[in-house]
């Protein structure tokens, strides 16, 4: 007897887990051996610092789960839309992790265009919202729907690094997005698999998501979002990120800032 539609369907969303979660787990293990010295966690003299930072607690961190979920969630996905905009949106964090400065909102960076300087805030922004658009346009045949999606798939990865501000809690955001997605059969289990192979190493204090992996995350998220829904499921979705990032822009330039949003800076 041939496997049912559902079958199959659900047999695909647990390879996809899966793989996700495995090329996740190696790269991540493999990046971290190239950064500690040992069991003690001692930096190598060659490039260490850069993959470290220093959390909410005052506690020294790698950005080891980043570029480590950004490649489980592309692989999880396979070839096609939603793999290039999370590799897109995961190349735009790094930047931002290398380059990054401590200018907050979206204000901020373009104000600093208008100047002439192009900062890590303006090439997420423009380089993510450009990523989406063209899969949007990919995922979508209508123009309206093509346009709804890559805002949805841009404003998802903007809310998933907006919450990035304590151990665990961009990890937590992505599953619980997802999770509606994974039993309606949308492709949510990339994102899934990638963020669950290292969530607790980041609820333990000992590796960040960082720009990279909240951002890729995000889209890929965005991604299955998309692929699930209609006009109506997108258009909803679309409110409710622009109505997020609208309250992040004004905490932004507000007091306490730095303690509420760190999605654009």
């Known amino acids: 007897m041939k496997p049912t539609g559902t079958a199959r369907g659900t047999g695909g969303r647990v390879a996809a887990f899966v793989r996700a979660a495995g090329v996740s787990r190696v790269v991540y293990e493999a990046l971290r051996g190239r950064v500690s010295g040992g069991p003690a966690g001692r930096e190598q003299a060659s490039g260490g610092e850069g993959w470290t930072r220093t959390n909410h607690a005052g506690r020294t961190v790698d950005l080891c789960a980043g570029p480590a979920v950004a490649l489980g969630a592309a692989v999880g996905a396979g070839s096609g839309p939603g793999a290039f905009v999370v590799l897109a949106a995961g190349a735009c964090g790094a930047y931002d992790d290398v380059k990054g400065d401590d200018r907050r909102g979206f204000r901020a960076h373009l104000a600093a265009l208008r100047d002439g300087e192009v900062t890590s805030g303006a090439v997420k922004l423009f380089g993510i919202g ?3 658009l063209v899969a ?3 995922l979508k045949e209508r123009a309206v729907d093509k346009l709804l999606a890559g805002v949805v798939i841009a404003g998802t990865a903007h809310l998933v690094d907006l919450v990035d501000v304590r151990p ?3 990890g937590l955001t992505v599953l619980a997005l997802a999770a509606p997605g994974l039993l309606r059969g949308s492709p949510a289990a990339a994102p899934m698999g990638a963020v669950a192979a290292v969530l ?5 204090e000992r590796t960040m998501l960082g720009d990279t992996g909240a951002h890729a995350l995000g889209a890929a998220v965005g991604s299955a979002i998309v692929a699930g829904n209609g006009r109506l499921g997108l258009a909803a979705h679309a409110v409710g990120l622009v109505g997020a990032a609208v309250w992040a822009e004004r905490s932004a330039s507000g007091p306490g800032a730095g ?3 760190d999605a654009v800076g």
């Open 130 to 132: 450009a990523a989406s």
């Open 136 to 138: 949007g346009a990919l």
């Open 168 to 170: 665990g809690r961009a």
């Open 200 to 204: 607790g190493d980041d609820l333990g």
């Open 259 to 261: 303690a509420v949003v």
